[in-house]
C-alpha cells in the first residue's frame, strides 16, 4: 500500500521560505512521477510541481512558481521536498502530495492514483 505523509507547513510572513516534504512509502518508486499541488479555499486544486523518479531533466513547474519554489528529491529517504522562497499571500493553500507511476501529463491532478493528506501554508501579507 502506498502511502504518501507531507510535512512542513505552517505560517510565514509575506517574502520568507518554506519547505515542504512528501514521505513515500510502499514500494519503489523508480518510474513514478511524484508532484505537489494546491488547493485554496473555494478553489480548484492546482497544480504546482512535479518530478520524475527517473531520467534527466525531470522537473515541472506551474508558472505561478517558477522562479521560486524548487522540487527536489532524496531517493535514499524516497522523500521529494518542494523548497518554497519568495512566498506570497497567494501562495496560502493545503498542499497535497501526489503519486503515480508512468504519468503521461504530469500537470493533469486526475492522472495521479495516490495522494497525502495535506498540509497547510499559510503566508500573511
Known amino acids: 500500500q502506498v502511502q504518501l505523509v507531507e510535512s512542513g507547513g505552517g505560517l510565514v510572513q509575506a517574502g520568507g521560505s518554506l519547505r515542504l516534504s512528501c514521505a513515500a512509502s510502499?514500494?519503489?518508486?523508480?518510474?513514478?512521477?511524484i508532484a505537489w499541488f494546491r488547493q485554496a479555499p473555494g478553489k480548484e486544486r492546482e497544480f504546482v510541481a512535479a518530478?520524475?523518479?527517473?531520467?534527466?531533466?525531470?522537473?515541472y513547474y506551474a508558472d505561478s512558481v517558477k522562479g521560486r519554489f524548487t522540487i527536489s528529491r532524496d531517493s535514499a529517504k524516497n522523500t521529494v521536498y518542494l523548497q518554497m522562497n519568495t512566498l506570497k499571500a497567494e501562495d496560502t493553500a493545503v498542499y497535497y502530495c501526489?503519486?503515480?507511476?508512468?504519468?503521461?501529463?504530469?500537470?493533469?491532478?486526475?492522472?495521479?492514483?495516490?495522494w497525502g493528506q495535506g498540509t497547510q501554508v499559510t503566508v500573511s501579507s
Open positions: 518530478i520524475k523518479w527517473g531520467g534527466e531533466n525531470p522537473y
Open positions: 510502499g514500494r519503489t518508486f523508480s518510474t513514478w512521477t
Open positions: 501526489a503519486a503515480s507511476p508512468y504519468v503521461a501529463d504530469p500537470l493533469r491532478r486526475f492522472n495521479y492514483a495516490y
